[in-house]
């Protein structure tokens, strides 16, 4: 880009170019002056031939170096919201749950007669649970019991049935929950609310009366019927998707048994015919993972070994996505095509792979 020069009356372009120049290079000796004036302070130690071998203090590295120190570490199973219910290792440092990281103890595992399962299921743990510190700390998690306002009414009321009284739905808001509010509690309230909560919804719907109060409420004759007149075999016991994984299932199928050990209490009846409560399987009623299975073997897939699948010659998946939604076992994928399998995805809604891999 040209630089415009302006001229004065006698004077040339050239002549004021050399004057500009004069100008420029006295200003820039001046500055050189006094920038080696100040370096004069920064003379050579005595004694050190190489400044840039020699660090008189390394205090600063340790910002680095420390970056991955800790305190103390522990094991934890991780479950934000899937099924795989990996073991990851969490790292403390000064009381606070830094970074976690993979246990790589897969092989390890094994059960009360010896059996260990194989080195093949590592590695375990994904980017959720890379990341749980995150959750563990973050703004919107609940560090306390909630109890919504009209159910916490109802409870203090006495749970009066609101199959006798259908307006009471109306009265605790059990219609628009969605509009209510919530009470903190102690956790010992928690407890003891749930508590009283089960022993007054099988006192409920036992014996003839409880029979009568499910028809009014329009229940079908053969699920009245199944429920052989205990208030327990009402309770629907589901875990959400963090209950999911080995430990949340087999925990509430132990929860269902052990409310037959209150339909003694509820009813006086023999230890023979008391029943517990009725689990649901997500498999069947949400769909959300190989709904197939339960409805051909009657089963839900908690029974197979994963690592089977990096041995199969063909693999179709049907309407689930490993990659996406069960990222822990994805590594199962690539060892199965570098055995030289191929994977088939049949998958509902749109996808732009045309090919089979």
């Known amino acids: 880009m040209a630089t415009k020069v302006t001229t004065t009356p006698g004077s040339t372009a050239s002549d004021v170019s050399r004057r500009r120049f004069l100008q420029i290079a006295g200003a820039s000796g001046a500055a050189l002056l006094v920038w080696r004036q100040g370096m004069a302070g920064f003379g050579a130690l005595e004694g050190i031939d190489n400044p840039l071998a020699f660090y008189p203090s390394r205090d600063w590295e340790k910002v680095y170096r420390d970056a991955y120190a800790y305190d103390r570490t522990f094991t934890f199973v991780c479950a934000p919201n899937d099924t795989a219910n990996c073991r990851l290792r969490a790292f403390v440092r000064n009381g606070v749950f830094v970074r976690a990281e993979q246990n790589y103890d897969g092989g390890d595992i094994g059960d009360l007669y010896g059996n260990k399962s194989t080195v093949a299921w590592n590695p375990r743990g994904c980017a959720k649970g890379y990341s749980f510190q995150r959750r563990v700390y973050g703004p919107h998690r609940l560090g306390y019991p909630l109890i919504r306002k009209g159910w916490k009414q109802w409870a203090d009321d006495g749970f ?57 409420d329009g229940y079908e004759p053969e699920m009245i019927e199944e ?24 925990g509430i199928y132990r929860w269902a048994n052990m409310l037959a050990l209150l339909d003694q209490k509820v009813r006086n009846a023999p230890e023979d015919q008391c029943v517990g409560g009725r689990t649901w399987s997500n498999y069947t009623w949400h769909g959300d993972q190989a709904p197939g299975m339960p409805f051909i073997h009657g089963l839900q897939t908690s029974d197979i070994d994963l690592n089977d699948m990096r041995h199969a010659a063909l693999h179709i998946t049907c309407g689930t996505n490993f990659v996406e939604n069960k990222m822990p076992e994805s590594h199962f994928f690539v060892e199965l095509m570098e055995m030289g399998g191929r994977l088939v995805c049949i998958t509902p809604e749109y996808s732009d792979r045309k090919s089979v891999v």
Request: net charge positive.
């Open 160 to 216: 009066p049935s609101l199959s006798d009284d259908p307006t009471l739905r109306d009265t605790y808001k059990f219609n628009s929950r969605g509009t209510d509010t919530f009470v903190r509690v102690s956790w010992d309230e928690a407890y003891a609310y749930h508590a009283k909560a089960s022993v007054a919804i099988a006192s409920t719907y036992s014996g003839e009366k409880g029979s009568e109060r499910l028809r009014k």
């Open 227 to 250: 429920t052989r007149g205990a208030g327990t075999r009402t309770m629907k016991l589901r875990g959400g998707m963090g209950l999911l994984g080995v430990m949340g299932k087999y």
